[in-house]
């Protein structure tokens, strides 16, 4: 079984920085491992959807971003240590959310939609207030 856990969450003024981890741990029944993901962040702000926020491949050479946080915010991972970041920079009010990291093991490449993605972490709180 695939295990995530995000870290890094917190309260920040506006225009901070701040950077999430995701650790994975386990593996899918075929045996994959978290450089065979397909790795994701989404965020949901209370009484909205889940919204995507980036993607990355598998060896980290494709990223994607959404365009809210396009410039602002850089997705990486290092599959030595099995982990997924998120910097975020110049925050803003609206960045208010609980961001989640999700995998695909299914594929190289993620998805812009949250149903592509099979495993989920259990979410980290990030505030931006004055």
């Known amino acids: 079984q695939v295990h995530l856990v995000e870290s890094g969450g917190a309260l920040v003024q506006p225009g901070g920085s701040l950077r999430l981890s995701c650790t994975a741990s386990?593996?899918?029944?075929?045996?994959?491992?978290?450089?065979?993901?397909?790795m994701g962040w989404f965020r949901q702000a209370p009484g909205k959807e889940r919204q995507f926020v980036a993607q990355?491949?598998?060896?980290?050479?494709?990223?994607s971003y959404a365009d809210s946080v396009q410039g602002r915010f850089v997705i990486s991972r290092d599959n030595a240590k099995n982990t997924l970041y998120l910097q975020m920079n110049n925050l803003k009010p609206e960045d208010t959310a609980v961001y989640y990291c999700?995998?695909?093991?299914?594929?190289?490449?993620?998805?812009?939609?949250?149903?592509?993605?099979?495993?989920w972490g259990q979410g980290t709180q990030v505030s931006v207030s004055s």
């Open positions: 990355i491949s598998w060896g980290g050479g494709s990223t």
């Open positions: 386990g593996a899918t029944p075929y045996g994959n491992t978290f450089s065979r993901f397909a």
């Open positions: 999700a995998a695909d093991p299914n594929a190289e490449i993620g998805k812009r939609n949250a149903a592509e993605y099979d495993y």
